[in-house]
């Protein structure tokens, strides 16, 4: 089975403060997602990767920042969190094969605090 | 990237068939048609996807008319666990990682 782990289920941070969420995916996936998703407004995308060292804007990518130095490994970071970022953020990883079908896999999310 | 709308709610009792529609009025030639399940404090997870006619897996079926102008979602003899949101997208799943958009979604909840 796919798995994405993501580093914490819960975090609580103070605004100004540097973030780092870390994702880890163990398929071998190309492409990698960050979004948020808040009550009343959907999932939305921040960054998407498909390749190491390559990152797309999503569609709010204001105030984020992306590191994907591995294949398995894609970072969400706050330069200076605020707290209209507090939110959940989930991680997902697709492949895009020959056979066709992009299904994301997701991880359980980061419920993150800004105070 | 094709816009989704479907309703924000559905209610059913266990047994019963739910068909959960979704209209995508300017989709690509090139869109395929998505749907996840999201349950409360999970991720979303992947049910089934189309470009064309009817698809089918154990868990659901997903029409598409000719136009592809809109899609339904049909799953069978619901459960009190398939009370969750279900998410239509639309996308090229071949370019941009085929990346899509996730729309509101449809709350569906199941009566006993």
């Known amino acids: 089975d796919v798995k994405v782990t993501q580093s914490s289920r819960y975090l609580v941070k103070r605004t100004g403060e540097k973030v780092f969420l870390e994702c880890v995916q163990d398929?071998?996936?190309?492409?990698m997602f960050w979004y948020r998703q808040d009550p009343g407004l959907g999932l939305r995308l921040i960054y998407f990767s498909y390749d190491v060292k390559m990152k797309e804007k999503g569609d709010i990518p204001e105030g984020y920042s992306v590191s994907r130095e591995k294949k398995e490994r894609f970072s969400l970071i706050l330069e200076s969190a605020s707290t209209n970022q507090t939110s959940m953020y989930l991680c997902a990883s697709s492949s895009t094969d020959s056979s066709g079908g992009n299904e994301q896999f997701f991880g359980p999310g980061t419920r993150l605090t800004v105070l | 990237l094709a816009k989704t709308t479907q309703p924000i709610s559905m209610d059913s009792y266990e047994g019963q068939e739910v068909n959960i529609t979704c209209s995508h009025n300017?989709?690509?030639?090139?869109?395929?048609i998505t749907w996840y399940q999201q349950f409360p404090s999970q991720g979303p997870r992947f049910i089934i996807q189309?470009?064309?006619t009817k698809v089918t897996n154990e868990v659901a079926s997903l029409f598409i008319p000719a136009d592809r102008k809109s899609s339904t979602l049909s799953l069978p003899r619901v459960s009190l666990s398939d009370t969750a949101v279900y998410y239509c997208l639309v996308g090229d799943i071949y370019t941009n990682a085929g990346k899509s958009t996730f729309g509101d979604g449809t709350t569906l909840t199941v009566k006993p």
């Open positions: 189309g470009y064309k």
């Open positions: 300017n989709i690509a030639t090139n869109d395929y």
């Open positions: 398929m071998d996936h190309e492409n």
